[in-house]
């Protein structure tokens, strides 16, 4: 069965690193775009990052362009959202999402599979 877990949130000072990881199982990782999502309280769930299944193409959402990074090791089945210069507003759950040769999109509709999420606070 598919299955995504996500992993590597915590409490961090503005202008602080992360790196979260998506740790997949169940499926070809190199046959699914993975996208990374938030969402904060009270708020809709946004996308953040994708990459695509295939040729690797990245996209980022506008508020976090420069700042984080998406990248995967298809040897540990395992996919990687490094977030550096985090700001308070990057504060929320963040999810990993698949789906079988997905568009790279940003839409949460467009994505079949889900993790249960990591929490992410930015904070002094």
């Known amino acids: 069965q598919y299955q995504l877990v996500e992993s590597g949130g915590g409490l961090v000072q503005p202008g602080g690193s992360l790196r979260l990881s998506c740790d997949t199982s169940g499926f070809t990782l190199d046959r699914y775009t993975i996208g990374w999502f938030r969402q904060a309280p009270g708020k809709e769930r946004e996308g953040v990052s994708s990459?695509?299944?295939?040729?690797?193409?990245?996209n980022y959402a506008n508020s976090v362009k420069g700042r984080f990074t998406i990248s995967r090791d298809n040897t540990k089945n395992t996919v990687y959202l490094q977030m550096n210069r985090l700001k308070p507003e990057d504060t929320a759950v963040y999810y990993c999402a698949a789906q079988y040769y997905g568009l790279g999109t940003l839409e949460k509709e467009d994505y079949s599979y889900w993790g249960q999420g990591t929490q992410v606070t930015v904070s002094s």
């Open positions: 990459l695509r299944s295939m040729g690797g193409v990245t």
